[in-house]
């Protein structure tokens, strides 16, 4: 890093905010009235994970309903690791996040007047306030243009997190973030963010593995940051699988919402037969956990490809009205749901670990704050129950932009900006495209819904020479998104495998063979950088 300042590459905000989704979007919202935003996105403004959310947001709205059976609902499918203090705090702010959207316009679907809420697996009410099939981008939709229109919020959309700056990083007193290195994909240069306040809003790390219901922007990159900055992570071996994917060549791991389910649609073996009621007596509407380990061993049992979804019996009216965004997208696959079942398969969905923060989003890292999937709140323990991380996504991210308005804090001054005089460009570039499919192959083989200490240790020594090469990439070489992204993923799939040996028994989404029972007390799987 250079100690001359260029002014034309240093840009100073009193916050900057990695990642648009919903969290990245609500905090820049929120502070946007008194503060100088800048939003950071990898791609363009949409391309979010918080866009795909189909079935909705968890809230206590309806009649019989309580703050304490949602509470209770989420510590079960948390499997004992759930923070209850979290718990309480998040679920008794839903219906304030609800009504600031609806506020906002977000055109939630309503029945006779009032809200409709439909039900998920692992809910003991109906509590999901939804917009038809397409909750995540009717949200967006609503969202976007007021980012896009607010005088105090600066889009920067191809620009890629590349590391966090630190006063550890320039010999500085104390533990604090003083803003962001980003790539711009555009130019090619790396540009220098100075901020009072860093929120980093990244999302998960889906495109760890093979199969995967997350977008190509899901590469771990807050997280990443965050643990090479100091922070602390928590649980990063509790990855859910959505046990219900769409298995087509050429639908990329469509989601097919976990409301397909709650309102009646089951799960069929090839013959027609149903098996869910075998493996729990919640069946169709267990926890996604259980849904995805069932099928898994279903497929693996029988041999197949997939099994089906099927949701027929309901009628095409009730089906094209209630999903009418997953009828159309699978009718353009030429499946018709109201005539056949759907071919379904788990895939990586959520990251429930990752950056430790209190209740205003606050990680170890002064100044530093993780929101939405990047962060570990406690909310989600071993296994996240339905529609409650667009939920976490608004809490957390007004709770931050509360905390941050009552401490404003100062912008930092001349920061050093990125030094490149000492790199070439790459000589083979092929190697981070087959290192990528190489991680993402084995984490799907070893580290996925079944694994066992053998499997994580293949996991481990495939990493370590995997990190080898990267960081040979990374000191000799421009950086490049490819390069960025598997830099991240090749992190965070190392703390997954961490984690995951630390974990000597089977809770929530992590199972293993060689520990199939549950230790007798629960304890979040917490690791600190050295």
Not at 316 to 345: Q, W
Not at 361 to 388: I, M
Not at 465 to 470: F, G, K, P, V
């Amino acid at each position: 890093m250079s100690t001359e300042i260029d002014h034309k590459m240093l840009k100073s905000f009193d916050v900057v905010i990695v990642g648009s989704g919903l969290a990245g979007a609500t905090a820049a919202l929120k502070l946007a009235d008194n503060h100088r935003v800048a939003v950071i996105t990898k791609r363009d403004l949409e391309d979010g994970a918080s866009h795909w959310a189909q079935g909705g947001i968890a809230a206590v709205m309806g009649e019989g309903d309580s703050f304490e059976s949602h509470v209770q609902d989420t510590l079960e499918a948390g499997a004992g690791l759930c923070d209850l203090e979290a718990t309480k705090f998040i679920v008794e702010h839903a219906p304030n996040a609800i009504n600031w959207l609806s506020r906002l316009g977000v055109p939630f679907t309503e029945e006779q007047g009032h809200l409709h809420l439909t039900r998920e697996g692992g809910h003991s009410h109906r509590r999901i306030v939804h917009a038809a099939d397409a909750t995540g981008a009717a949200v967006q939709n609503r969202l976007y243009p007021q980012l896009k229109d607010h005088s105090n919020i600066t889009l920067f959309d191809h620009h890629m997190l590349v590391d966090l700056i630190t006063s550890r990083k320039l010999k500085l007193d104390g533990q604090r973030c003083l803003g962001i290195y980003a790539f711009n994909e555009l130019t090619g240069e790396v540009e220098t963010f100075s901020a009072a306040h860093t929120i980093l809003a990244t999302g998960g790390a889906g495109k760890v593995y093979l199969y995967t219901t997350n977008p190509d922007t899901s590469t771990g990159d807050g997280i990443a940051a965050g643990w090479r900055a100091g922070c602390r992570v928590a649980n990063m071996e509790f990855i859910q699988f959505h046990p219900t994917c769409l298995y087509h060549p050429h639908a990329k791991s469509f989601l097919i919402s976990e409301a397909v389910r709650g309102e009646g649609g089951l799960l069929l073996l090839p013959n027609g037969e149903r098996f869910m009621p075998h493996h729990d007596p919640r069946a169709e509407l267990a926890p996604r956990d259980i849904v995805a380990r069932a099928i898994d061993y279903e497929m693996k049992k029988h041999g197949l490809d997939c099994v089906y979804l099927d949701i027929r019996h309901k009628g095409k009216d009730f089906i094209v009205n209630h999903f009418p965004t997953i009828y159309e997208r699978c009718l353009s696959f030429g499946i018709d749901m109201a005539e056949e079942a759907l071919p379904v398969v788990p895939a990586a969905h959520y990251t429930c670990g990752g950056l430790m923060t209190d209740l205003s989003g606050r990680t170890d890292l002064q100044n530093l704050y993780a929101v939405g999937e990047t962060a570990y709140t406690g909310l989600h323990g071993a296994n996240r129950l339905a529609s409650n991380s667009l939920l976490e996504c608004l809490v957390i991210a007004n709770a931050a932009s509360q905390y941050i308005q009552s401490n404003p804090g100062k912008v930092p001054e001349d920061l050093p900006t990125w030094d490149a005089s000492q790199v070439t460009d790459a000589d083979e570039e092929v190697v981070i495209s087959h290192n990528w499919d190489e991680l993402r192959r084995f984490m799907w083989d070893y580290v996925g819904i079944v694994r066992t200490d053998k499997r994580l240790e293949r996991a481990q020594h495939r990493l370590h020479l995997l990190n080898e090469e990267i960081k040979e990439f990374y000191v000799n070489f421009h950086v490049s998104r490819d390069l960025l992204e598997l830099r991240n993923l090749v992190q965070v799939s190392s703390l997954i495998v961490q984690s995951a040996q630390l974990r000597r028994e089977s809770r929530g989404l992590h199972f293993s063979r060689d520990y199939p029972g549950l230790l007798p007390k629960a304890t979040p799987t917490i690791l600190t950088p050295q």
